[in-house]
């Protein structure tokens, strides 16, 4: 199961697309269960068909999890749970649906960063994020 997520709630999301979407389990198994890497900052341009497609797939599978998943906890990462895990459905979407991918680099402007170097800044991100899911 992905690394960035807890591993209860790649189980129920898991759950969730196996029940609602069952023809996306393969994707599913190859995007996340056995894949390292992550896919994040889900930014695309499409067109308003596959848009709206897409939005109704992943917000039926996200309003199921939030039924499931243990939102309680009340911070900055547990707020943005359903957020992380839709980072990772995207993927699947795309390949299951034979959607053209182009990875660009992203440039991360923060004003209030102004005095800590990109690496610094980033460094605490991942670390408050690998605190987050695996509790450390």
């Known amino acids: 199961i992905n690394v960035c997520h807890g591993n209860k709630d790649m189980e129920i999301t898991e759950r969730v697309v196996q029940k609602l979407y069952p023809d996306y389990m393969p994707t599913f198994n190859k995007y996340l269960k056995r894949r390292n890497r992550l896919e994040q900052l889900g930014i695309f341009i499409s067109n308003w068909s596959v848009f709206d497609d897409y939005c109704e797939w992943l917000f039926a599978i996200l309003f199921e999890i939030e039924k499931h998943a243990d939102i309680s906890e009340n911070s900055l990462h547990t707020a943005r749970k359903l ?22 680099a992203v440039a991360w402007v923060n004003p209030d960063q102004k005095n800590k170097s990109w690496f610094r800044y980033h460094a605490s991100n991942m670390k408050s994020t690998l605190r987050f899911w695996f509790n450390i």
């Open 83 to 104: 957020g992380f895990i839709a980072e990772q459905l995207a993927p699947v979407y795309f390949h299951h649906n034979k959607l053209k991918i182009k990875h660009l």
